[in-house]
């Protein structure tokens, strides 16, 4: 009888080892769970960038940080041109493959430790980490110049996309939509100044 109790405790030992493990396990797979999760909620649906939530979410981080600390940070505001022509004569399914080009030409144009996001419909951001004004203008010219070179394949038609963009230093003081507003007014400066007609 004496032998039956430590028995009985073994037993328990390792029950409650086989729990404990088992409790582990559990965790870790909720812990993936977790970062994927976190992962969804900060990306585009669509393309292989951040989403808007996630950009201004950055955008308020850095603004901080530079008038805190200090550092140099950029921005760039993308609008796709003519993408609602595209929609109205080639249907969505086609609109939607112009953005993924253009979000695969900023992917592969921009530093690990830049961000990237589609703002919404056919708008994209760009914040530029450690950077200064004649770099972030040469960006500018770079993405441009990359994005002409997308050639669509539509059933034999060709789409051409083009850009136009706005850009930034981030300042001291201005609020993340100080910032945007700026940028999206120069954007829009752009556009129109591309529709002119030659003199």
């Known amino acids: 009888m004496q032998d039956a109790e430590p028995e009985k405790h073994a037993e328990n030992d390792g029950a409650s080892s086989a729990s404990l493990e088992e409790l582990r396990r559990e965790n870790a797979l909720l812990k993936q769970k977790i970062v994927k999760l976190e992962r969804l909620a900060s990306r585009d649906t669509l393309t292989p960038l ?3 939530r996630h950009f201004l979410e950055v955008l308020e981080r850095w603004s901080w940080r ?12 993308i ?9 109205d004569g080639m249907g969505h399914v086609i609109g ?46 770079e993405l441009r110049s990359e994005v ?35 940028v999206d007014r120069r954007m829009y400066r752009e556009k129109r100044a591309g529709k002119s007609p030659a003199p």
């Open 79 to 87: 609008d796709v041109d003519e993408l609602k022509a595209v929609n």
């Open 148 to 182: 002409s070179k997308l050639q669509i394949d539509v059933e034999g038609e060709i789409v051409n996309p083009t850009i136009s963009l706005g850009h930034s230093m981030l300042e001291a003081g201005k609020t993340a939509d100080d910032i945007m507003e700026k």
């Open 96 to 141: 939607d493959k112009v953005l993924i080009a253009i979000a695969n030409v900023l992917v592969d144009n921009i530093r690990r430790s830049d961000v990237a996001a589609r703002l919404g419909g056919d708008e994209f951001g760009i914040l530029l980490d450690s950077t200064n004004d004649d770099e972030v203008l040469a960006k500018v010219e």
């Open 50 to 52: 951040f989403n808007r």
């Open 66 to 77: 530079a008038e805190r600390y200090g550092g140099d940070y950029g921005i760039i505001f």
